[in-house]
T-cell receptor, first 114, second 111 residues
Framework: DAGVIQSPRHEVTEMGQEVTLRCKPISGHNSLFWYRQTMMRGLELLIYFNNNVPIDDSGMPEDRFSAKMPNASFSTLKIQPSEPRDSAVYFC????????????FGPGTRLTVT | KNQVEQSPQSLIILEGKNCTLQCNYTVSPFSNLRWYKQDTGRGPVSLTIMTFSENTKSNGRYTATLDADTKQSSLHITASQLSDSASYICVVNFGNEKLTFGTGTRLTIIP
């Protein structure tokens, strides 16, 4: 199993540009999570999908952030327009049996907004 | 507000020594508590998951303990190795499908 796959691994963009992060969960997992990690705030859950349906998006910081999961094997996190304070490492994780199951994290996308 | 606090923030020990990392939480009700290891530049990897009814769980040289009465958990690492250098994150699930993360302990093992 290849594990959770994220792309790109690194993204540098200018303020105001649209950024799209991609995630492929582990095959057979029915839950997918997007996290953001910064030195100041640690890991924060942004949004959680179960069976491709968004269950909890209360962690999404503002309307500039949106996430989709069109099918069981793909999800995107979009930031439009991006701001310097969005600079962070964004992780995708997947699990079986919702949040009670063990979560497997991808390698992350390091986003830098200048 | 549910919080998870870890101590120390950072720790440096000699290779071969033991160490203990602490986690205090205020989350209630409590579903399960997890310890993750995160190597630099990589995603977190689960070490242990404990429910409120478990008070100890081991994974090789890693042993996690839980005292649900005092809302404290610890992660004990035995005979440390250079590869143990990482951040260790305590995560509490209070059952409403949202995990609360500690800010982690940065552990450095020196030869």
């Amino acid at each position: 199993d290849a594990g959770v796959i994220q792309s790109p691994r690194h993204e540098v963009t200018e303020m105001g540009q649209e950024v799209t992060l991609r995630c492929k969960p582990i095959s057979g997992h029915n839950s997918l999570f997007w996290y953001r990690q910064t030195m100041m705030r640690g890991l924060e859950l942004l949004i959680y999908f179960n069976n491709n349906v968004p269950i909890d998006d209360s962690g999404m910081p503002e309307d500039r952030f949106s996430a989709k999961m069109p099918n069981a094997s793909f999800s995107t996190l979009k930031i439009q327009p991006s701001e310097p304070r969005d600079s962070a490492v964004y992780f995708c994780a997947s699990s079986w049996d919702g949040e009670t199951g063990e979560q497997y994290f991808g390698p992350g996308t390091r986003l830098t907004v200048t | 507000k549910n919080q998870v606090e870890q101590s120390p923030q950072s720790l440096i020990i000699l290779e071969g020594k033991n160490c203990t990392l602490q986690c205090n939480y205020t989350v209630s009700p409590f579903s399960n508590l997890r310890w993750y290891k995160q190597d630099t530049g990589r995603g977190p990897v689960s070490l242990t998951i404990m429910t409120f009814s478990e008070n100890t769980k081991s994974n090789g040289r890693y042993t996690a303990t839980l005292d649900a009465d005092t809302k404290q958990s610890s992660l004990h690492i035995t005979a440390s190795q250079l590869s143990d250098s990482a951040s260790y994150i305590c995560v509490v699930n209070f059952g409403n499908e949202k995990l609360t993360f500690g800010t982690g302990t940065r552990l450095t093992i020196i030869p």
